[in-house]
Every structure is written in structure tokens, then in C-alpha cells.
């Protein structure tokens, strides 16, 4: 890796010494989504808060590390970047997830129509290719009850497709605490295959003491047409990780000294190592005109060795194989003469994992612990209609029947099997939406949703003494009602605006974090109320404007007991800020060869705990700064470079938080002023 910095020298002289200009083409406004129903619609034409994340936005000046990078252009999603390797993104989808200790909870992810969303409804990031990544769309609202175990939204990540060239391209970044970055993307076509392949290998220092990490990503998808009326897309990616773990801080050592690591991470030698491979196929056939099918196996393992600050059972060894299919019919057709479309499926998922624990003797593995058998299953039928009554009228109507078995057994004797055990969830969910275009470019509609969420097998390990498992955990319910505004007010200027209100009973909440582990508790009744708002403006003199903003009232409405603790109503939920403001000034030269962009921004204060005490983490406002060239060169040769340099005012704030940590290690800081440069070239033939 040391050759990097000479690598990316010679890439830069040579760019700029046999560079011409290419052509400019002007961003589009109108996007195609097919989350939301399942089938292809432009994002004006749907009842739902949907947004999606293009191309552009995704690579251009970016360092396609992270998944927070693109989503914090969505307005209602919060994707609070630890600085934590060891630990995924902190993402929350108009407050749900927010609780989620290990992945992500409360919002479906998909990858290529792969579930990256488990059975139990827990979701994995790691395996996400931004460099390969085509499009980002993001549901939030009544429109996730169609997907099942989720009450937040979905989150759906689209591969580039291979053609109709083939390209190969090399790529570098460099920055601080020692960050590269190094890979190579092939795609093309070759007969009637469309091919994509992508390699990357990334290390940073980190910003903190102990948080230096390793990860390898592989990504491929590969479509073809073995029939004219059919199209098979293989996907399959890898990500082998390995992560240092600084733990949070207290407020003292946040004052004192934001970059060191917490209490007995070093001792511990607190770390984390993932090993997960997943494969898939989407088999999409068309039967005729009005009927298509769509299947969608796969099956992925992952394997998680993790330290944690304790010593008795400090150390977890997970493996785990899931797996599953979707079944979906689609069918176009006409109902008193108006358009109508039906969607039905069924959808099976399972993971089994064998879970053990050891203890850690000052970061050395130790003698074994406990043993668990463990296993999440989900069987669901869907169904979904979207009915144009009139031709300024449409009708969206659909409803789910999940049902989610969790089980866990234990072989230690000495728990008398506390540990073990098992529990049953059913639930009959249904969305209907009601949509009225005010003109061809406007439309208002009104939505309700009624969805839950099963606890995951993580949620469920532990009781709130540590000492056996919670089964006893119910799932959550919640009731939403979401009213919105969608208009393409010129050729130049887009607008969506939702306003939205869901009552939760038996919220999963935290009930303790120590050392690494976390219980959780039911929270009789929660409400998340707000506004989101986007906007896209194509200004004067090749300017673009892009703005995202959420306000968000995230509270407890019925006080209950947690961890010995009273949790008042009217206390705000932990995790989650109380409103985010994402804001880009773009500027693109007319032939595309340059653009220079300014970034803003700015995250609510977020409470620490159930009891909002002692005193929140502090909102925050950061600057980022960026700047891209780009040239063509002859021989099929293509460059370009950026720098961009984040929090160029140099603040110092807390990034994100871990919910109810027992020894109020709440805070986990964020980087002051840092700098990114990077390199890509692409040879077309």
C-alpha cells in the first residue's frame, strides 16, 4: 500500500498532461423508482415519501466509504456515522432504528432485490459496493407495510449494469489518519451478457485511538436473457472486515480528550472481524402483456468474531447461514375501463446461527462460555392494488400477512436454560393511500399504514440482569398517517413535502448497554410526528441547488419503568436528532470537465438516554468543500480527480451516541477538519 501515494502522483500528471473536454449533459429531474409498488413508476406518479439517490450524487467528489455519505441527502433518514468500523451506522428512518445496537433495525435494505434484511428483520450494511452502486431509493411511511417486518421504510441499493461498452477503471483516494482506498470496476458487454465486477481494499487509522480498519469488497452482477421474454441477474458480493472498537466516552473524557478510546478498550484489545459472502438471482419472466413473474433466491454466510469490554462471556463468535426466496406476481390490466395494477407474492426467509461465547482475557480468547442454537423463520403472503378510479384519481390498497418463529437453545446446564427458549409472532398488516393529480407535473395524496416489528435473535439474547434470554419481548405495532405534496413546479424545479404522524405500542427500546452487550425493554407507547421536505433547483449559470430537511418530535406517551428508572411521557426517544438540514450548492461547468460544490450540514440535538438525563448531546453544523475535474483523452482513455475537505471549519461535536450505556459511555465523537483526494481512470473499448 505504500506505492499508492506514487501511483496516484503519476495518474494526476498524466491526466492533466493528455487531457480534452468532454460533452455536458444536463441532469435529469424525473426518476424512475420500482421500490415502492414493485414495478417501474416515476417518483411523481407515487403515493409514498420516496427519494432516490442518483449516480452522480453517489461517486462524484464522494469517498464511497460509507453508507451515510449518499443517505444523508434524504430527507426523514438519519445515517449518523460512528467513526466506528466495529459498530455499523447508527440509520434511522423518521426515528425507528434508532435503538438498534448491532445492524440496523426497523427498515428493510436491499441489494439488487437481495434481501439484506434477515428473517428476524435484522439488516447488514457491511456488504454494500458504493463504487459499483447505480441508484439509492429510500421509502419511508405507510408504504413500508408492503414489505412486511418494518415500520421505518426500505432502503433499496442498485448495482450499475454492465454496457453498452466495456470499461475497466482503476481507482485511489488518499486522506487523513492514514486513509486509502485502492480498486478496480470492469463492466460491459459481452455477446448478451451484461457484466459488472468490482474489487476494493480499504484502511483508515481512524480519527480516535483503537479504531484503525481493514475491509476487502467484492461486488458482481452479471444479466442475461436466456429467452426473449426473460431476463436472470446473478449478484454476488463479499465483505471481509476486521475492526478495532474504541467504545464510547463519557462527558469528561469527551472534554478532556475526544480521540481517546473508552474505558478497557485497550485492555480488552476490543475489536471486531466480519467474514460474510451472499449470493442471488432475480429470475424475471414475462409471460405475456398483462402478467409477469418475478423469483428471487439466495443465500449468503457470516461469520462475526467480536471482544467486547468484559471479561465473563467477552467474547462472541457468530455464524450464521440465511437464506430464503420471493415469489411475486405482477398483473397489468384495466378495471371499468381504468388502468389497474395487481402485485401478490410470498415471501420465505430463515437464519440459523450458532452463537458462543468465551471469555476475554485482556483481548486473548479464553475459555468457552455458552453455546446457543439459534434461529429466526418468517412466512409471508402479500398483496398490493394500485387502481386509477379516475383519471385524476388513484386508489392504492394493500395488506401482508407475516408470521416471524424465533427460537434459541442453550446446551450450557449451568444456565438451566434460561437462555433457551421460543416465541411465535402474527400479525395482518394493510396500507390504503388515496392520490389526486392536480395537474399532470402536481399531485396531493394521503396515506395509512398499520405495520410491526418483530424483536431480532439479537434483541431477545439477553434479559435485563444479563443473566438469561427475553423472549417474553413483544413485538411492536404502529399506526401511521402520512399526508403529502409532490409537484415538478418548471423544467428546473421539483418539490416533495410529507407530513406524517405514527403512534407505536410496545416500542423495542433499550433497556441496558454495558460493556458491550445491550438488553431491551418494551415502551408502552411512542409517537414520531414531522415534517420532511426535499428540493431540486436547476439555477441560472449551470448552479444546482439540492436541499433535504427533516423536523422530527420523537417522544415516550406513556411513562413505564426501564432499568430501574422512570421514563416520563413527553420525554424525547434517544438516538434519534430532533431535526437535520442537508443543503449542496452544485456548480458544473457547461462540458462537465469541472464541478466545485459546497456542502451543508446540520443535525438537532439528540438525547443520550430514556431519561434525557443528564443533558444532550448538542446539535451541530459542519461545512464540507469539494472539487472534481474530469478529462477524455484519446485512445478511449477517461480521468478524473477530486479533493474535498470535510468540517472545514474545524468543529468539534459528537456524531452519533450509544443509547442507555450503563457507565455513561454515551458519546462517540466525530472528525475535525480532514481532508480526501482521489483518482479514477477508465479505458473504454
Known amino acids: 500500500m505504500r506505492k499508492q501515494p506514487i501511483l496516484l502522483t503519476s495518474l494526476l500528471a498524466f ?44 461517486h462524484n467528489g464522494q469517498a464511497e466509504n460509507n453508507l451515510s455519505e449518499p443517505l444523508n441527502r434524504v430527507p426523514g433518514i438519519f445515517a449518523l456515522n460512528r467513526q466506528n468500523y466495529a459498530q455499523d451506522l447508527q440509520i434511522s428512518s423518521r426515528g425507528f432504528g434508532a435503538n438498534s445496537t448491532f445492524g440496523t433495525r426497523g427498515i428493510r435494505l436491499y441489494v439488487d ?3 439484506g434484511t434477515v428473517a428476524d428483520g435484522q439488516g447488514q450494511i457491511s456488504h454494500i459496493d458504493l463504487p459499483s452502486t447505480e441508484r439509492i431509493e429510500v421509502i419511508r411511511g405507510p408504504f413500508s407495510v408492503l414489505y412486511g417486518n418494518s415500520s421505518g421504510g426500505v432502503i433499496s441499493v442498485f448495482s450499475e449494469d454492465g454496457g453498452p461498452k466495456n470499461n475497466i477503471q482503476p481507482y485511489f ?20 451478457t451484461n457484466y459488472l465486477f468490482d474489487v476494493g481494499d480499504f484502511h483508515t487509522d481512524g480519527y480516535r485511538v483503537h479504531s484503525a480498519a481493514d475491509r476487502f469488497n467484492a461486488n458482481s452482477k452479471i444479466k442475461f436473457r436466456p429467452v426473449s421474454d426473460s431476463v436472470i441477474t446473478f449478484v454476488a458480493n463479499n465483505v471481509n ?24 478498550a485497550i485492555s480488552q484489545n476490543t475489536r471486531k472481524t466480519v467474514l460474510q459472502t451472499q449470493t442471488g438471482f432475480t429470475i424475471d419472466t414475462r409471460i405475456d402483456q398483462k402478467n409477469q413473474l418475478l423469483f428471487t433466491p439466495y443465500y449468503g454466510q457470516r461469520h462475526v468474531t467480536q471482544f467486547l469490554a468484559a471479561t465473563n462471556n467477552g467474547v462472541i463468535d457468530l455464524k450464521r447461514d440465511f437464506y430464503g426466496m420471493d415469489s411475486k406476481w405482477i398483473h397489468k390490466d384495466q378495471l371499468i375501463g381504468m388502468p389497474l395494477t395487481f402485485v401478490g407474492g410470498v415471501d420465505f426467509n430463515e437464519n440459523d446461527d450458532q452463537r458462543q461465547t ?32 379516475l383519471e385524476r384519481l388513484a386508489l392504492n390498497f394493500g395488506a401482508r400477512n407475516s408470521q416471524t418463529n424465533l427460537s434459541s437453545i442453550s446446551n450450557n446446564p449451568s444456565l438451566n436454560n434460561t437462555s433457551s427458549g421460543s416465541h411465535a409472532y402474527q400479525a395482518l398488516t394493510s396500507m390504503v393511500s388515496l392520490q389526486y393529480y392536480l395537474s399532470e407535473v402536481s399531485n396531493v395524496y394521503v396515506s395509512y399504514g398499520s405495520s410491526f416489528d418483530t424483536p431480532t435473535l439479537n434483541q431477545v439474547t439477553y434479559n435485563s440482569s444479563f443473566t438469561g434470554s427475553n423472549f417474553g419481548l413483544n413485538a411492536a405495532t404502529t399506526k401511521q398517517v402520512e399526508i403529502g405534496f409532490k409537484s415538478k413546479l418548471s423544467k428546473s424545479a421539483q418539490i416533495i413535502l410529507a407530513l406524517f404522524n405514527a403512534n407505536t405500542s410496545n416500542d423495542i427500546v433499550v433497556g441496558a448497554s454495558s460493556f458491550g452487550r445491550t438488553s431491551f425493554t418494551n415502551a408502552p407507547k411512542t409517537n414520531r410526528q414531522g415534517i420532511e421536505a426535499s428540493a431540486q433547483l436547476i439555477l441560472p449559470h449551470q448552479f444546482e441547488l439540492n436541499m433535504a430537511y427533516t423536523l422530527l418530535n420523537a417522544t415516550v406517551k406513556e411513562a413505564y419503568l426501564n432499568n430501574n428508572a422512570y421514563v416520563l411521557s413527553g420525554n424525547r426517544i434517544p438516538g434519534v436528532p430532533n431535526q437535520g438540514l442537508f443543503s449542496e450548492l452544485l456548480w458544473v461547468k457547461p462540458n462537465k470537465s469541472i464541478e466545485a460544490a459546497v456542502e451543508a450540514r446540520v443535525n438537532g440535538s439528540m438525547a443520550v438516554n430514556d431519561i434525557n438525563s443528564p443533558s444532550m448531546a448538542t446539535g451541530y453544523a459542519v461545512l464540507n468543500l469539494r472539487t472534481m475535474f474530469r478529462q477524455e483523452i484519446a485512445g478511449g482513455w477517461s480521468l478524473s480527480q477530486f479533493f474535498r475537505i470535510n468540517n472545514i471549519l474545524n468543529r468539534s461535536y459528537v456524531g452519533s451516541v450509544i443509547v442507555n450505556q450503563t457507565s455513561s459511555q454515551f458519546y462517540e465523537p466525530a472528525p475535525t477538519r480532514n481532508w480526501l483526494v482521489g483518482a479514477k481512470a477508465n479505458y473504454q473499448f
Do not use: C
Not at 29 to 51: F, R, W
Not at 241 to 247: E, G, T, Y
Open 358 to 389: 468465551y471469555q476475554n482475557n485482556g483481548g486473548i480468547q479464553g475459555a468457552l462460555g455458552q453455546t446457543y442454537r439459534m434461529s429466526a423463520k418468517n412466512f409471508d403472503q402479500y398483496a398490493h392494488i394500485d387502481w386509477r378510479l
Open 173 to 192: 483516494e488518499l486522506g487523513s489518519y492514514s486513509q486509502r482506498k485502492a480498486g478496480i470496476k470492469a463492466s460491459g458487454l459481452y455477446k448478451n
Open 241 to 264: 472486515l476486521s475492526a478495532q472498537d474504541p467504545l464510547g466516552l463519557t462527558a469528561a473524557q469527551l472534554v478532556a480528550n475526544p480521540k481517546q478510546a473508552g474505558n478497557n
Open 15 to 58: 491526466q492533466f498532461a493528455y487531457a480534452k473536454e468532454p460533452e455536458y449533459e444536463a441532469p435529469p429531474l424525473d426518476e424512475v423508482v420500482i421500490s415502492v409498488s414493485g414495478y417501474e413508476q416515476k417518483i411523481l406518479d407515487t403515493a409514498a415519501s420516496v427519494n432516490v439517490v442518483t449516480s452522480s450524487q453517489i
Open 113 to 115: 432485490n437481495i434481501p
